[in-house]
């Protein structure tokens, strides 16, 4: 269990990794900061995250910028980072201010990025922030920065912050963003592709990407004390399976 106030694990020229199996909380992330769960900065290699569960991840900040909260900043100089079977959940801004700029998002990829059978759940916000669905501190859920084709599939996105603009996924769409299962309690306009916010579903799987992917909502066990498995069956849930992947979590 990584308790932290600023970052969990920074990575400042590290070459490879392996981050497994622990739960980070960042109960109440410094103002003035941009915090993080893990942050990459010049790393090399392959820097691999799996099966972890990020389930504090709020940040006290009110300043505009960038400045908030991050649950994976994958940045630098690394070939890949392969970020898999992770649960993102508690995402929020605590700061007791309404109507401020803040960043919150669980990924950023900047690098070459395979994310996949990931769950990422946005609760509704303790004091609701003013953002912009295409500005660098926006809410979002899996931001793909750049242009280069990241791998994003088979994940599980759902948001229930209904209204602060926050996307479920945004930023360079491609062919390799694929059968994930989006939900948005706010409707389908709050996803977000490429830098164009979807009027509906339908145009958002029509952005060039996301083959297979559906929109239904998931029904986890007990999402409010950090479970978040599937709690009862639904076809809907569905989707090919990934053949890298021998068994999720």
Same mark, same amino acid.
């Given at each position: =269990?990584?308790? +932290?106030? *600023? ?6 020229? #590290? =070459? ?8 980070? &909380? !960042? ?6 900061? !941009?915090?993080?769960? %893990?942050?990459? /900065?010049?790393? @090399?290699?392959? %820097? ?17 910028? =960038?400045?908030? %909260?991050?649950?994976?900043? #994958? ?9 898999? /079977? ?17 960043? !919150?998002?669980?990924? &950023? ?6 994310? &996949? ?24 859920? *899996?931001?793909? +920065? ?23 996924? &945004? ?26 916010? $979807? $009027? ?13 992917? @559906? ?7 007990? #999402? ?7 709690? =009862?069956?639904?076809?809907?849930? %569905? ?7 021998? @068994?999720?979590?």
């Amino acid at each position: =269990e990584i308790v +932290a106030n *600023l970052r969990g694990i920074f990575f400042n020229g #590290a =070459e490879n990794a392996v981050i497994e199996g622990n739960t980070f &909380r !960042l109960a109440k992330a410094s103002a003035g900061f !941009l915090a993080h769960g %893990i942050m990459g /900065n010049a790393q @090399k290699g392959t %820097i691999i995250v799996r099966g972890n569960k990020f389930l504090e991840l709020g940040t006290m900040n009110v300043s505009a910028g =960038e400045y908030g %909260i991050c649950g994976i900043t #994958a940045s630098g100089n690394a070939d890949v980072w392969v970020i898999e /079977n992770n649960v993102f959940a508690g995402l929020d801004a605590k700061a007791d201010v309404a109507g401020k700029i803040v960043t !919150l998002r669980y990924v &950023r990829c900047g690098d070459s990025c395979v994310v &996949r059978n990931n769950t990422f759940h946005l609760p509704a916000q303790t004091y609701k922030p003013a953002t912009d669905l295409v500005a660098a501190q926006a809410v979002t859920c *899996l931001w793909l +920065a750049g242009t280069k084709l990241y791998i994003a599939e088979n994940n599980l996105l759902v948001s229930e912050e209904t209204e602060a603009n926050n996307s479920l996924i &945004r930023g360079a769409l491609n062919e390799n963003v694929k059968n994930n299962v989006f939900f948005h309690k706010g409707g389908n306009a709050a996803i977000l592709a490429g830098a164009v916010v $979807a $009027a509906d579903s339908a145009a958002f799987f029509a952005e060039g990407a996301n083959e297979g992917s @559906k929109w239904a909502e998931p029904k986890f066990a007990d #999402a409010a004390n950090g479970d978040f498995a599937i709690a =009862e069956y639904n076809e809907n849930l %569905i989707v090919p399976r990934s053949e890298a992947v021998l @068994k999720d979590i």
